[in-house]
């Protein structure tokens, strides 16, 4: 070894180097025989939501916990995310309508960082126009930012009804500081029968005012208010709370703060986020 030329050394990294590419891409392509049986099983039992956030929730995780080197985990997690829903369009396609009224060029970037090319991207203004836009699709997803909307509209309740789009995830799912894509934004679906990530539910709750007790109430169970505006019926609340809340945990929690009469709704739920720096799971 001490006795080859650098030149020498060199071209037999470069021939390792296409060997591996050449390894990846049969690999992709191995990938995609495989979702070709899985289409047609799935068309044997009768079709299915191609998405499946539990799954990829915990892939992306183990993903992150194993990666080390020099590579950036931006990459690793961009390459994954383009293979992921590539493959998922593959299976069924899709769009992704997403709420640009804040400003295009954050939301692009989480789309395209999240969702690749390949997948058609639609633009609207205002949550109100995703959420109409997936409902109305055969089965889209929709992208609006969790600080979505104009002041005072509770974008929240049009996902309330046992039919209405729900909240499947939350991206980006793995944090870190300088995220290329880091704006926090909660995805979209029609409801999934099967699949859902359920560490965090996503709760719409109206109730007639606030009170100051509510804070504590709340965080007494792990849970946050996201959003809050006022509706015709009073105050409605977009809460976050840990899986093992059930409503009526919350509902016990207003009461004890002083709230009488309210109504609560679920409006979906995600997976707990990844925290990449200390490689741990995040409240939510």
Do not use: C
Not at 142 to 169: E, Q, Y
Not at 219 to 224: F, I, K, Q, Y
Not at 241 to 268: C, E, N, Q, Y
């Amino acid at each position: 070894m001490a006795d080859r030329r650098p030149e020498e050394m060199l071209a037999d990294l470069r021939v390792e180097i296409d060997r591996i590419d050449a390894a990846m891409h049969k690999l992709l392509i191995d990938r995609s025989s495989i979702i070709n049986t899985l289409i047609a099983i799935k068309e044997k039992q009768g079709g299915g939501s191609a998405f499946r956030p539990g799954r990829e929730a915990a892939m992306m995780r183990a993903m992150a916990e194993r990666h080390s080197g020099l590579l950036p985990f931006d990459t690793v997690e961009g390459i994954w995310r383009i293979i992921i829903s590539t493959f998922t369009y593959v299976q069924s396609n899709y769009s992704v309508h997403a709420d640009v009224s804040a400003g295009d060029a954050a939301m692009r970037d989480s789309v395209r960082f999240h969702f690749g090319f390949t997948v058609p991207f639609l633009i609207h203004h205002g949550p109100a126009a995703v959420i109409a836009a997936v409902n109305s699709s055969a089965g889209d997803l929709g992208m609006v930012r969790i600080d979505s909307g104009p002041a005072g509209h509770a974008w929240w309740n049009d996902l309330v009804g046992a039919d209405a789009p729900k909240i499947i995830a939350r991206v980006p799912f793995v944090e870190r500081p300088d995220h290329p894509a880091g704006m926090p934004i909660f995805v979209l679906s029609k409801p999934l029968a099967e699949a859902a990530a359920r560490d965090v539910m996503i709760r719409a709750v109206t109730i007639d005012r606030w009170r100051e007790p509510i804070h504590v109430a709340l965080s007494d169970l792990g849970a946050e208010v996201l959003g809050s505006a006022a509706d015709g019926m009073g105050l409605s609340l977009l809460i976050a709370a840990p899986g093992s809340v059930s409503s009526d945990d919350l509902i016990a929690a207003f009461a004890g703060a002083g709230v009488g009469d309210m109504r609560i709704h679920d409006v979906g739920s995600h997976a707990a986020r990844f925290d990449y720096t200390n490689r741990v799971a995040s409240s939510f």
